[in-house]
């Protein structure tokens, strides 16, 4: 050890050149969260440093350890100032700390200096938790024990805990480590590991785990900065957007998993701070303002395994209906049923196909006042009008949001003051923001869905909308919800983020009980959050920066358990041009729902408006897509049992393959498409750069046949051109062209085989059936009653 850093340590044990917080007491007890804890002096850290006693009882290991306090502080070495801990010996508490095996392959730790409750929150109700998951009752696990560490043994895993100083690590059956946590290595406050934090009436959970040199780390849900999670700072709170192409999002998922064949779901809904690489290069750290860490480790090592044993966890995503598959057509807003009658008359006239039309903020009486009641002059007779739009093959959807606007002429609003179904302040009156306060709705009521009465109330509002004829509805907004606001059955700063899953659950329920179908149309979210699909990409902004920014958000979504992702093809925030809209569509009509959609009345998204090219592109792939549905729709079944996305990051596909960590430029659309949207301007380039993994590719434009030893290719383009590859071994089969789906696959008419390699598809929509396998040159199906044309590739 050098003469400076020994120096450095006796100066820090002296507490020579302290620096106190400048604020008096050295805290600022305005800081949200951990960072309040991890950023304040004078701050004292309670970590295990050995176990105490342990008892096993079935699959659960229920340890006490003793722990040791660090204060945290500030000290100057010369110019530089350093957070660090320093060891305060006559501070010692106790840890509780339980692990538990769910399952072979999932374990549960949980750890606090008090008493571990014994069972789950009673709010919210088991359809609107993040955790739904049962834990396998059947013993699976054995305890061995020598004098250094105790090991649970399943037939997949081996954790062990390390006795002094406390460490949890975990093997594969083939004795490979593939998870440990981290402990810190030098008194820099740069690794907040395993630690309770309590100041005044404040309390901090910490754990960090040990990140390899070349792990990547994926989830952490909706994230339009980056894919990859290493290195990048995470704004973890619900938050209005604003356009795709910066750090907030929609949708926050504690989950995340790792290519060194882990994943992680953090079973908070409070406050929550992640450290990926970010203070410590080797460390993935997070934090959250509580006194319990509850957290899974769940074992793949693919992370296909990862996904579904999360969703285990969680919850699959329920397929939507067919209809929902087709094109959505809106704008933000239709001004009347004229203008919408309008709409779909042009779509069948130019023969673009579609199966829905939106109605936006403008269908009541006032646009904004949503009272959930049409318009008496603009949207008379709203049964009829949506009877007449069905038999001519469009579903409407409607929009509305979990507030309700201060208006005399509102009946929600009377209403639900009077019964007490709004969030309200500490003074016991409605919710109210600071005085001096100024944006955007922010006088509006905030309906309290923790409040079953108010949820049930909304709810049968919903359901007289559907039997009205609506299809479904837009579950706008949910993310502005106020920590400090006071609830009827759980703490604001504990419902944020996981307000958005308790909203969604309510809607999308009210809706199957009535139509018996899975969708909404749905912005914000969290973990669980995919049980009630679909989810779009929000507010993005009409330029390349918005769409690169979307195909993220939607690839880093899905790679946190959510199936189906749609956005809003054209962008929202202002005017695309004709060849950004193309762009866009081109992605759009090659992702799990499709939807053109724009802000402001007369900003049209109807393909004819942006000329006569941009119409025939559009109508091209959207053609080719109802055409696909047979494809699409099999694909969206098989998704809703495995919890594999639609769009889908090719990590998903190909995780021994480096080259594709940091890809977020292309994805597998299912199982079969390799998509490279293109996202540039032709004035930039006119050829697009695009990586083929290892195997035998087929360019579904020119059947060109790519043997491919994992290679970045340069693929000529030009504006009708989005490069498709087809994986050898794939079977497509198409349906017949139509205009609107009208809830059903229809027959298969053709069956596409891409030979090259082996491959099989196993068919079944709930109306047909059959089985088609490529063997080498050959191909072959069967259960088909009638004979569909034959291409072979």
């Not at 469009?394 to 003051?417: A, C, H, I, M």
């Not at 299912?670 to 993994?693: C, H, K």
Request: aromatic letters at 12%; hydrophobic letters at 35%.
């Amino acid at each position: 050890m050098g003469k400076s850093i020994m120096s450095f340590l006796g100066v820090m044990a002296v507490g020579f050149f302290f620096i106190p917080s400048v604020l008096p007491g050295g805290q600022d007890m305005s800081a949200k969260g951990p960072a309040f804890f991890k950023h304040t002096d004078n701050i004292l850290f309670m970590k295990p440093q050995k176990i105490v006693s342990y008892k096993l009882t079935g699959n659960t290991l229920l340890l006490r350890a003793e722990t040791v306090g660090f204060l945290k502080r500030t000290n100057q070495t010369h110019e530089t100032r350093l957070p660090v801990f320093s060891e305060q010996k006559d501070q010692k508490g106790t840890l509780i700390l339980e692990v538990r095996f769910w399952a072979p392959e999932v374990f549960r730790v949980r750890f606090s200096d008090q008493p571990l409750p014994a069972t789950e929150p009673s709010f919210p109700d088991e359809k609107a938790r993040m955790l739904i998951g049962k834990p396998d009752e059947q013993p699976m696990v054995t305890l061995e024990e020598n004098e250094k560490y105790l090991a649970l043994k399943t037939s997949a895993v081996s954790l062990r805990i390390d006795k002094e100083p406390i460490l949890l690590s975990a093997r594969d059956s083939d004795g490979r480590l593939f998870w440990s946590q981290r402990r810190a290595d030098v008194f820099t406050a740069d690794v907040f590991d395993i630690a309770v934090s309590r100041q005044d009436d404040r309390t901090a959970c910490f754990e960090s785990f040990d990140l390899g040199g070349q792990e990547s780390v994926y989830g952490l849900g909706e994230r339009f900065d980056r894919v990859e999670r290493r290195g990048k700072d995470v704004d973890f709170w619900n938050k209005d957007v604003i356009a795709t192409s910066n750090t907030r999002s929609y949708i926050n998922v504690p989950f995340l998993f790792s290519t060194r064949g882990y994943g992680l779901f953090l079973n908070s809904s409070c406050r929550t701070e992640w450290e990926v690489a970010t203070l410590d290069g080797s460390t993935l750290g997070f934090s959250i303002e509580d006194g319990l860490m509850d957290y899974f480790i769940i074992h793949g090592p693919k992370p296909v395994d990862i996904l579904q044993r999360y969703a285990a966890l969680t919850g699959f995503a329920p397929t939507p209906p067919v209809w929902s598959f087709g094109l959505w057509m809106s704008r933000n807003s239709y001004e009347s049923w004229d203008v919408v009658n309008e709409v779909a008359a042009g779509l069948r006239q130019h023969g673009i196909p579609a199966d829905v039309l939106h109605l936006d903020t403008d269908w009541f009486q006032e646009d904004w006042n949503c009272d959930l009641k049409f318009a008496t002059d603009r949207f008379a007779d709203p049964e009829g009008n949506m009877r007449k739009l069905r038999e001519n093959g469009f579903r409407v959807s409607l929009w509305q949001y979990n507030f309700v606007p201060p208006k005399p002429n509102n009946d929600n609003y009377t209403e639900g003051v009077e019964k007490g179904y709004f969030v309200k302040g500490a003074d016991g009156n409605l919710f109210a923001y600071p005085p001096g306060a100024t944006g955007d709705w922010i006088d509006d009521a905030i309906i309290d869905f923790s409040n079953p009465e108010a949820a049930d109330w909304y709810a049968g509002k919903i359901k007289n909308l559907i039997r009205m004829g609506a299809a479904t509805i837009k579950t706008d907004f949910g993310e502005g919800i106020p920590e400090d606001g006071v609830f009827k059955n759980i703490e604001g700063r504990r419902f944020h983020n996981l307000y958005t899953l308790v909203y969604n659950s309510t809607i999308a329920e009210a809706i199957r009980e009535e139509t018996g179908e899975h969708i909404v149309w749905a912005r914000s979210g969290t973990a669980g959050s995919q049980r009630y699909p679909v989810h779009w990409g929000g507010d993005s902004q009409c330029s390349w920066a918005g769409l690169a920014g979307t195909l993220k958000g939607g690839l880093s979504l899905g790679l946190s358990g959510f199936a189906f992702f749609s956005h809003d093809i054209g962008g929202f925030i202002g005017r695309p041009s004709p060849e950004l809209y193309v762009r866009w569509a081109q992605l759009g009509l090659f992702s799990s729902h499709s939807r053109c959609h724009g802000a402001g009345n007369t900003n049209s998204r109807e393909p004819w408006s942006f000329g006569e090219e941009a119409e025939r592109i559009f109508k091209k792939y959207d053609t080719l897509r109802y055409r696909l549905l047979p494809y699409i729709y099999d694909q969206a079944l098989k998704c809703s049992r495995t919890a594999k996305p639609m769009l889908r990051h090719l990590v998903l596909e190909y995780p021994d393959d480096p080259n594709v960590r940091g890809l977020e430029d292309e994805y597998m659309f299912g199982d079969s498409f390799l998509v490279a949207p293109v996202l540039a301007p032709l004035d930039e380039t006119r050829q697009r750069r695009l990586y083929l993994p290892a195997g035998v590719w087929v360019d579904y434009w020119t059947k060109e046949t790519i043997e491919s030893r994992g290679e970045w290719i340069n693929r000529p383009v030009d504006l009708e051109t989005m490069p498709l590859y087809v994986k050898a071994g794939s079977v497509i089969p198409y349906g017949e062209e139509k205009q609107s789906t009208n809830n059903e696959i229809g027959s298969i008419v053709l069956l596409e085989a891409y030979r090259g390699a082996d491959g099989a598809l196993d068919y079944n929509d709930g109306q047909t059936a059959f089985q088609a396998t490529v063997t080498g040159q050959e191909f072959n199906w069967s259960g088909l009653t009638y004979k569909p044309e034959v291409k072979l590739y």
